[in-house]
């Protein structure tokens, strides 16, 4: 992998570069931050050459700071022990909400665009400012105090933002559940995280249909003690859902009767803001720790610099909460800079495939920014629907999560954008918080299918996975780190500080390593190639396979299980399981067994992990060691049986053929 390769070289030479389209200048609100891309390289190169005077000169432009801190950074990757702002102190939520509220408090700060459209609602920052403060200080009568974790459970609604900010208002740590993980994931997580209490609904609504939310946080609490409160709002006002009366209590009860203003308190700037679980190579999930000062710089300084956003800009987020992407770029990034942001609570498709452009072109939205999965899909059914709505407000357009191919970037630039908009892919991930590779939109001239260049204070590399050397010079492919810290960089797992220095630090002692594969062409551009660990990514959805083999074999017919990613045309991956029974004479039939162990998924981790197939074999390939060949798998799975490669550490070589015969009669 880490040869200098006529791949990557193949790769630049065939994508032309796209600079920003005249009608991006002509629309601008006002002069863009930075001038042109020699004015990028510069500073650039002073995030890197300098970090604590280029950040010390950010954290005072985008931060308002309770106490002065003592120093920019410290500490080192080798150590794992790095902290930015050292004895700085702050509050999140003061500067997400409270400046903008004084400043202008008619400003609209969240715009909720409801599952059913006429439950659409505009929250200013005015408004805002005492939603939180009421949430807050219930909280606080709750017991709730700084460090103490609150677990979060809710779609898609303006309460999900309310309650984020009024956790870190009192300097408690949130723990936001993406609402579609079943009960025992987010069971797994409360408990993990020990969490007392917990915001939630009644019941959700998306795409017509109603998600029984509570009763799904009530099976998740069966024999959990240690849960005191559980605060319910009322999203669809459905009373006959199950309420225990000593713990759980109603939102419209409980947080109107609190006054209108709670004080925020003090932050040291390393205090953890939040936990975010995540999947990686080994079976349970982690809680990424991101810390206050540093993690809302990056999401501010991001937010302004790759997206070009001005204080009227609209940004609408297509991402859930539930998810990084959520946490930076549909609260942290734009309500940090004041700027409004849309929440969308139902799905691209619903109640037809014109429902995102309806959105932009009601609130005439400057920003959008979606994973290419939802591109797919419409590009695929709902093309026709865009040319009958006015989205020329639209200046920049995102795309994150997944790799963009060139064809779809060059759709996106075309059918969405008119060829008038600036077309943003941006990598980045739950650890790192806010972007590491992006364009700045307007300065740094694109590439059909690359992140294009890393921000500033991302000193990226490549590394040779072999040698573990770092490759020089351009058209090398390696594995991407990074080779100091920069300020939204995760700084542990939750309750395992070790998991953290393993997964991140000590693969590549001194950097920290992403578990992305990337190529860098002639022009120092990257090019992202997926994930080397064993994490899939399924519509934008990070997914370890080690979780839903976990869950395979949970099934008393199944002995062992083996899961891969494959290309999928609409989802980007799509997950294969191949397992092998214990006595498949025992099994009802095949076609039910394969149902019942994809239901098993969707039970244990939620629908979005379910295999697209599941492949009944006798033995799976394994080396002399016992060890899973998960590539003989993955390649017979996506059609590429002739690539195989050397099979000579194979033990059981019989059982290639087998595969092929059980896969062929699959698909
Ligand atoms: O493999 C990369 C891929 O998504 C991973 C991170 O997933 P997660 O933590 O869930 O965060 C997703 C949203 C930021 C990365 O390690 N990834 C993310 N963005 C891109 C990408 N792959 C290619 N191109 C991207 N723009």
């Not at 050459?49 to 985008?62: Q, S, V, Y």
């Not at 410290?74 to 702002?85: K, N, Q, R």
Request: aromatic share 10%; hydrophobic share 35%.
């Amino acid at each position: 992998m880490a040869r200098r390769t006529h791949e990557c070289v193949h790769e630049a030479e065939n994508a032309q570069l796209h600079y920003a389209p005249a009608h991006f200048y002509e629309t601008q609100p006002g002069k863009g931050y930075i001038d042109d891309v020699d004015q990028y390289s510069q500073m650039y190169r002073e995030s890197i050459d300098n970090p604590e005077l280029f950040f010390d000169k950010m954290a005072k432009e985008f931060l308002h700071w309770d106490t002065p801190y003592k120093a920019v950074k410290s500490g080192s990757l080798a150590d794992g022990d790095v902290a930015w702002f050292l004895n700085g102190e702050l509050n999140a939520s003061y500067n997400c909400v409270d400046r903008h509220a004084f400043a202008n408090s008619n400003k609209p700060a969240i715009i909720y665009e409801a599952d059913d459209e006429v439950e659409n609602r505009i929250i200013t920052f005015g408004q805002l400012l005492r939603k939180v403060s009421k949430v807050a200080s219930l909280l606080k009568s709750w017991g709730v105090k700084k460090g103490d974790v609150v677990t979060i459970y809710l779609p898609m609604i303006p309460e999900v933002i309310i309650t984020m900010l009024a956790v870190v208002r009192i300097g408690a740590i949130h723990s936001v559940i993406f609402s579609g993980f079943s009960a025992s994931s987010l069971r797994e997580r409360i408990i993990d995280s020990k969490s007392k209490v917990i915001i939630t609904c009644d019941e959700a609504k998306r795409g017509g249909k109603t998600i029984h939310t509570k009763d799904i946080v009530n099976e998740s609490l069966q024999g959990i003690n240690s849960v005191t409160y559980v605060l319910v709002y009322e999203r669809t006002h459905n009373k006959t859902i199950a309420m225990s009366p000593t713990r759980d209590y109603w939102w419209t009860e409980e947080v109107n009767k609190q006054p209108n203003y709670c004080p925020p308190v003090p932050c040291n700037a390393e205090d953890p803001l939040f936990l975010l679980y995540t999947s990686g190579s080994t079976g349970s999930p982690k809680g990424i720790v991101h810390t206050t000062a540093g993690y809302l710089l990056g999401a501010a300084i991001t937010t302004r610099y790759v997206f070009d956003i001005h204080p009227d800009d609209i940004l609408f987020t297509a991402g859930d909460v539930g998810w990084i992407t959520g946490h930076t770029y549909a609260l942290y990034g734009p309500l940090s800079l004041g700027t409004a942001t849309i929440i969308f609570e139902s799905t691209p498709a619903y109640p037809d495939y014109g429902r995102y452009w309806r959105i932009i072109e009601r609130y005439k939205a400057t920003h959008f920014y979606v994973a290419p999965t939802a591109l797919r899909l419409i590009k695929k059914i709902g093309e026709a629907e865009i040319s009958k709505y006015d989205i020329s407000s639209l200046r920049v357009l995102g795309s994150v999560g997944e790799p963009i191919s060139p064809e779809l970037w060059k759709w996106y630039h075309e059918k969405i954008g008119n060829k008038n908009c600036v077309v943003c892919d941006t990598m980045w991930q739950t650890e790192s918080g806010s972007h590491l590779l992006a364009p700045l939109s307007g300065v740094t001239p694109t590439k059909p299918g690359s992140a294009t260049v890393p921000f500033f204070g991302i000193d990226a590399c490549l590394i040779d996975p072999v040698s573990g050397h770092i490759l020089e010079g351009n058209d090398v492919v390696g594995v991407l780190a990074v080779k100091c810290s920069w300020p939204s960089m995760a700084r542990s797992v939750w309750n395992n500080h070790d998991r953290y220095i393993e997964t991140y630090l000590k693969p590549y002692p001194g950097y920290y390593f992403t578990g992305d594969a990337a190529g860098r062409d002639h022009d120092g551009y990257y090019w992202i190639r997926g994930r080397v660990d064993d994490v899939v990514n399924v519509s934008g959805h990070r997914l370890s396979t080690t979780e839903i083999e976990t869950c395979l074999v949970n099934d008393k017919y199944v002995s062992a299980a083996a899961v891969v990613g494959i290309p999928d045309d609409l989802t980007g991956q799509s997950v294969v399981a191949f397992v092998s029974l214990q006595n498949d004479n025992e099994i009802d039939g095949p076609v039910s067994f394969h149902r019942e162990l994809i239901l098993q998924v969707r039970k244990e981790i939620g629908p979005f992990a379910a295999p697209k197939a599941v492949i009944i074999i006798n033995d799976l390939p394994k080396t002399r060691s016992g060890k899973i060949m998960r590539r003989v798998l993955r390649k017979i799975a996506s059609n590429e049986a002739e690539q195989l490669g050397d099979l000579s550490t194979l033990a059981n070589p019989e059982i290639v053929s087998e595969i092929m015969e059980a896969v062929k009669t699959q698909f």
